[in-house]
């Protein structure tokens, strides 16, 4: 591989911010700059996302973090997945008609998570007061920032939907009745509104003004808004017909966000750390585990047989999360057998030269049933019709689709930061009057059938597709993680795998050709199976491209720069900082000194 890269990894000892538009990261590079620590610049940098990415995120969305603090040396999990309201249930979703969970729309919400998470890490680990964290992204929503072509064609698309069906979201995405035009300055004053009453709240401490904050959010103000829109709602979604909501406001009065240990692997020297089965997370430990008998360094890193092994030990973990996860807090996760050696070294057996055609769960004693129900599901045709799907996935099969964002910030001090938020896309829900933002749609990753893990359930967190990460190894630690959907843990571990077993450096990987597998099951609505298909760049070779397909995989070839929006940082053992973004899509950015 040459020693070019698009762009220069970053490299200095004082602080790097990295994430999925140049904007926000110079936003938490600003944080840094001020004195503030990681934990700071994080917040203030996904709540700019939310601002000049809304085709991407919202603050009524959803938010794993995995972090490090140096004052405790403790790695954990931030979760602000919120849960299913207790109103939602398999059978009032049933006697409406429906085969899946809608994929925008009202019926598909869960509580808001995103904004309460980030203001507990705020409390709890940042240092800076809530007003000048916030108050970045109350510049951005009330004076402007060039809208990105790619939202400004997306609401162009949705223009028309938008004045027939969901008037509020015309309101603040078409104002004057035409969609934005690209690069054009944008402005959300209603969103600068709720931020700034947001960041007004009053308390005797830092702490307590942050807690008030969250106070109005979940029944105060904001909920106020919400319910007050939803009593009388009644919109049109991806099922082509109109639905209200079952959120109520004792589901977000009851809920916080929440810490949790992480779930690690060992894999040759470094220990990643994941989110638990409530998130896709896993899936990229049992792929490691996996592969961890195969000799990859051995291999091109760019070639077929890198490829093949890597998206055949894919399909099986893939497959095993289909199967198996799940919220941990009401299911019976059988994690410590999936991540077990004896269980991978059964599935490592089934990678042949041959690429497989076939859903193979693997068989855990005592869950057969989940792994029988899972082949039957990806057999089923649901009778949804030919719908648009509302799938995080990559910008060049739609710009209707909603997708993700992601930030890595890492302090002169050791804190650390990878968050991956998403969820109340402009797409998915109509604006809440008067609030700039609109609901999220993330119980469409649930199923309307009794007795899975991924149960439709009041309480129940859906299996996100969301998956930062955090590996460490004598000393040095490493943030990173990208959007796409169910390619968020492909694109990680094939990144990962460049990384630990070639010796490339953090921008080296990230420039290098990317690919993925569709041939598990989706996680968003209307939860299609593509049987054997990958996805490749093209700049792997046709020599490649034509071995893959030899080999029985059914090759989509992308368009040049397309697959991936990877962000990393890297601190070393002596306080050395590294930071990498794509290139791709032209958005993302790494700063730093």
Request: hydrophobic share 40%; with cysteine; glycine share 8%.
């Amino acid at each position: 591989m040459s020693d070019f890269t698009t762009r220069p990894e970053i490299r200095g000892t004082f602080g790097v911010a990295t994430s999925t538009h140049w904007i926000a990261s110079a936003v938490g590079m600003s944080i840094l700059e001020k004195g503030g620590n990681a934990f700071d610049a994080a917040v203030a940098c996904a709540l700019t996302l939310q601002v000049v990415e809304p085709h991407l995120n919202g603050p009524a969305g959803d938010m794993p973090a995995i972090f490090h603090s140096a004052k405790t040396g403790q790695t954990e999990v931030l979760c602000a997945q919120g849960v299913a309201p207790a109103a939602a249930t398999v059978e009032s979703y049933r006697q409406q008609g429906l085969t899946l969970v809608p994929g925008s729309g009202l019926l598909a919400t869960v509580v808001p998570g995103a904004f309460d998470g980030w203001m507990l890490m705020l409390r709890d680990h940042g240092t800076m007061s809530l007003r000048d964290v916030m108050q970045p992204a109350i510049d951005y929503a009330r004076n402007g920032h060039p809208v990105l072509p790619r939202v400004a064609h997306t609401i162009a698309g949705l223009a028309d939907f938008f004045a027939k069906e969901w008037p509020s979201s015309a309101e603040v995405w078409t104002p004057g009745g035409a969609a934005p035009k690209p690069h054009a300055l944008f402005v959300n004053p209603d969103l600068a509104e709720t931020y700034d009453r947001l960041a007004a709240s009053e308390g005797a401490t830092r702490e307590a003004q942050i807690d008030e904050a969250r106070r109005q959010w979940r029944e105060g103000f904001v909920a106020e808004a919400i319910f007050d829109y939803l009593k009388d709602a009644h919109v049109m979604d991806v099922s082509d017909a109109p639905h209200s909501a079952v959120l109520a406001p004792d589901d977000m009065a009851d809920w916080r966000a929440s810490y949790e240990e992480t779930l690690s692997y060992d894999y040759h020297g470094w220990r990643l750390h994941k989110t638990h089965a409530w998130s896709q997370g896993p899936v990229m430990l049992q792929a490691l585990a996996i592969l961890k008998g195969f000799d990859l360094s051995k291999m091109n890193p760019t070639g077929a047989d890198f490829t093949h092994t890597v998206i055949e030990a894919m399909k099986l973990a893939y497959a095993d999360r289909e199967a198996y996860y799940g919220d941990p807090a009401q299911s019976d996760i059988p994690m410590d057998v999936l991540l077990s050696d004896e269980y991978n070294a059964s599935r490592r057996k089934l990678i042949t030269s041959r690429a497989s055609l076939e859903q193979r769960p693997g068989r855990v004693p005592g869950f057969e049933h989940l792994a029988d129900a899972y082949i039957e599901r990806s057999q089923r045709d649901f009778n949804v019709g030919p719908v648009a799907a509302q799938e995080p996935t990559m910008s060049h099969l739609t710009e209707k689709r909603g997708d993700t964002v992601h930030l890595d910030v890492i302090d002169r001090w050791g804190n650390m930061v990878a968050a991956t938020p998403s969820g109340g896309w402009l797409q998915s829900s109509p604006i809440i009057p008067g609030l700039g933002f609109a609901l999220n749609s993330r119980a469409q990753m649930f199923w309307l059938e009794e007795g899975l893990p991924t149960s439709l359930a009041p309480g129940r967190r859906p299996r996100t597709t969301l998956t930062p990460s955090l590996a460490e190894k004598d000393g040095a630690r490493l943030v990173f993680g990208t959007p796409g959907g169910d390619q968020q843990d492909q694109w990680q571990l094939i990144w990962f795998l460049r990384f630990v077993h070639f010796g490339l450096g953090l921008q080296e990987c990230m420039d290098a050709p990317l690919f993925h597998s569709m041939h598990f099951q989706g996680s968003f609505f209307p939860r299609e199976v593509r049987t054997g298909e990958m996805m490749i760049e093209p700049n792997v070779g046709e020599q490649v491209i034509a071995d893959l397909r030899a080999r029985g995989h059914r090759v989509t070839v992308a368009e040049p720069w397309t697959v991936g929006r990877m962000t990393a940082a890297m601190r070393e053992k002596d306080g050395l900082l590294r930071a990498a973004a794509t290139p791709r899509l032209m958005q993302a950015y790494a700063v730093g000194r």
